[in-house]
T-cell receptor, first 113, second 111 residues
Framework: EAQVTQNPRYLITVTGKKLTVTCSQN?????MSWYRQDPGLGLRQIYY???????DKGDVPEGYKVSRKEKRNFPLILESPSPNQTSLYFC????????????FGPGTRLTVT | DAKTTQPPSMDCAEGRAANLPCNHS???????VYWYRQIHSQGPQYIIH???NNETNEMASLIITEDRKSSTLILPHATLRDTAVYYC????????????FGPGTRLSALP
């Protein structure tokens, strides 16, 4: 089954404790992206990757890092999480070949205390 | 990308067609209309997209006006499982470009 998976699905952590949220897709998609969703603010893009070793900032990149060493994986790293990063996070992927609709993962609900 | 305007909420009776409108009066010639939906806090799900012709797939139909300034997503037989937030997005069909999700329309399918 074609899918985007994220782990963990739920995470409660404390300020400053580094964490990684993993994202993996099995569709051989070149493009991958991370979004965060907050009440009243909709989905906002954090980082995206056009292909292996190619990443770029989205609209709200501060406090986040990403890497793309393999085509299928696109982890989101919070080096020193803060309470304002409490949010619902989604990973998405799409193909280079069009029609460019994005496939989203199930989401990771992160709480930073 | 052109801005879209959608009603914040709508109700529809289960079993009836749900017609969700979207205004995009500033759409340009190379911009497509995409529809996604998000059920509760799940990841957004692609529904359909089109440029100027009407489109239909197993989930829905998309009707785009001749001047392309508005469109309607039609769910032919709404069920309780169609209760979700529906997003209309206008963007150039371009690899790698961000999708900008607005507030969408919260559709409630009622028994």
């Amino acid at each position: 089954e074609a899918q985007v998976t994220q782990n963990p699905r739920y995470l409660i952590t404390v300020t400053g404790k580094k964490l990684t949220v993993t994202c993996s897709q099995n569709m051989n998609h070149e493009y991958m992206s991370w979004y965060r969703q907050d009440p009243g603010l909709g989905l906002r893009q954090i980082y995206y990757s056009m292909n292996v070793e190619v990443t770029d900032k989205g609209d709200v990149p501060e406090g986040y890092k990403v890497s793309r060493k393999e085509k299928r994986n696109f982890p989101l790293i919070l080096e020193s999480p803060s309470p304002n990063q409490t949010s619902l996070y989604f990973c998405a992927s799409s193909s280079r070949g069009g029609p460019y609709e994005q496939y989203f993962g199930p989401g990771t609900r992160l709480t930073v205390t | 990308d052109a801005k879209t305007t959608q009603p914040p909420s709508m109700d529809c009776a289960e079993g009836r067609a749900a017609n969700l409108p979207c205004n995009h009066s500033t759409i340009s010639g190379n911009e497509y209309v995409y529809w996604y939906r998000q059920i509760h806090s799940q990841g957004p799900q692609y529904i359909i997209h089109g440029l100027k012709n009407n489109e239909t797939n197993e989930m829905a139909s998309l009707i785009i006006t001749e001047d392309r300034k508005s469109s309607t997503l039609i769910l032919p037989h709404a069920t309780l499982r169609d209760t979700a937030v529906y997003y209309c997005i206008v963007r150039v069909e371009n690899y790698g470009q961000n999708f900008v999700f607005g507030p969408g329309t919260r559709l409630s399918a009622l028994p």
